[in-house]
């Protein structure tokens, strides 16, 4: 089938499913397969379900005119969302619908969050859901974008090379972001070199479709990186379209602006002064779209973090920041320090392992440990991943339950707590 008339049953049932047993009536159901399931062995399950459509790339046996065989499914999946994004960009047109694609090793997720917060306030603003943010829940989050759309703002992850090109392929954007460029996957890259060639792909599609990047001024790397793209707006602490500082970062993060917006400050409901740059951008992103300084500021002020994201909660009478949803070596460096020059008398850092640094594994878990070395703390608990082959002299656990009832026996009042730690090793359990 052509992907223009699997398109019009789309326009019919514009509901897609990838997960048989979540299956609605009227779903369109894409028979995806990995390693370990394929959606194929699901196709008359979904049916009886309620599917409209099941789109397979295996035959299921019986012929069944509402099942769909293609090539492969995904490849299906991404050229439908293609066709989609198509709808958005009409040839002659005085406006298309902006399409910001944001990337980077750390606070793509919460940028996302705060550009939706602001953008929203002026604009009906459709954005990546979760982190939805490969090359599947990209093409889902396209083809959920409804015809009333004024603006798109798409997440992408990505842990090794020629990624970001792929989900530019279909996602088109007409504005990018790179938030910057750490130690993250380098299992998958191999090296910082190779990740910012990773993440300099979307660059890459701005520079050959004259698209409009925005850059942290800050990181001389991004200028670099940036290096004919004709369309910049800056952001950062000096010589910038919008400039920003932090005006207190010893509980909730509080930005002053002083260039670029009529705002003298910002009371965030965010931890950790790591966070400025993620503030400044969605002020930069708000102030080219016209969205109105006071709704820029109100619209970032009420922003709430969810999913255990720079969470400063209180239990028991003690201040805990909950930075549990994922966790490299940059990012920890930056919470680490951030939490030692906080005004807290008494600090316990609990730290869970990060994943996907290959090789460099043990070297970067030694090296956050030379770092806590430099620092008094209450108590230091390590949990999990490759903290128990470093040399250190504090407490470890294998998992975060085993964290969470030593913690539970300490009865602490009146400390501050870090708990961070890679998504794998479910720091958020310590607290249950």
């Not at 708990?419 to 794998?424: E, N, T």
């Amino acid at each position: 089938m052509q992907i223009n008339e699997l398109y019009k049953r789309f326009s019919s049932y514009p509901s897609i499913q990838t997960d048989s047993r979540k299956i609605k009536e009227g779903d369109l159901f894409f028979a995806l397969k990995g390693p370990n399931f394929n959606g194929n062995q699901y196709a008359q399950q979904a049916l009886l379900a309620g599917a409209a459509f099941v789109i397979a790339d295996e035959s299921a046996g019986a012929s069944n005119e509402r099942i769909i065989l293609v090539d492969d499914v995904l490849t299906t999946l991404q050229n439908l969302a293609l066709h989609h994004r198509l709808q958005f960009t009409v040839p002659g047109a005085d406006h298309q619908v902006p399409f910001i694609a944001i990337t980077g090793s750390n606070g793509k997720t919460t940028s996302k969050e705060l550009m939706h917060a602001v953008l929203s306030s002026t604009y009906k603003t459709y954005t990546t859901a979760g982190n939805l943010n490969n090359h599947i829940g990209i093409p889902l989050t396209i083809l959920k974008i409804k015809t009333d759309a004024e603006m798109v703002i798409i997440e992408m992850g990505a842990n090794h090379l020629h990624e970001i090109a792929g989900y530019c392929r279909y996602a088109m954007p007409t504005h990018g972001i790179i938030t910057n460029c750490g130690k993250a996957h380098l299992e998958g890259f191999g090296s910082e070199e190779a990740i910012r060639k990773g993440k300099g792909e979307l660059f890459d599609y701005l520079r050959q479709n004259n698209g409009t990047a925005f850059i942290m001024q800050d990181l001389d790397y991004l200028q670099d990186m940036a290096k004919g793209i004709k369309n910049i707006v800056t952001y950062g602490t000096h010589h910038a379209t919008v400039c920003g500082q932090v005006k207190n970062s010893s509980g909730l993060l509080e930005v002053s602006i002083n260039a670029g917006a009529n705002i003298n400050s910002i009371q965030t409901n965010l931890v950790g002064a790591y966070n400025l740059s993620n503030v400044l951008l969605a002020v930069a992103v708000g102030k080219h779209f016209s969205v109105p300084d006071e709704k820029i500021k109100q619209s970032l002020e009420n922003y709430e973090p969810t999913n255990s994201r720079s969470q400063l909660l209180e239990k028991d009478g003690n201040k805990i920041i909950l930075d549990a949803y994922n966790a490299n070596p940059t990012s920890m460096k930056a919470a680490i320090e951030n939490f030692a020059a906080m005004d807290v008398t008494e600090k316990i850092l609990i730290l869970g392992g990060m994943m996907e640094l290959g090789k460099e594994s043990v070297h970067e878990h030694q090296h956050l440990i030379d770092l806590i070395n430099n620092y008094t703390w209450k108590q230091v608990v390590l949990v999990g991943g490759d903290f128990n082959k470093t040399n250190h002299h504090y407490q470890y656990f294998d998992n975060a339950a085993l964290a969470g009832l030593w913690l539970k026996d300490q009865h602490f009042t009146n400390t501050g707590m870090l708990i961070k730690g890679s998504r794998s090793t479910q720091m958020e359990k310590v607290l249950e």
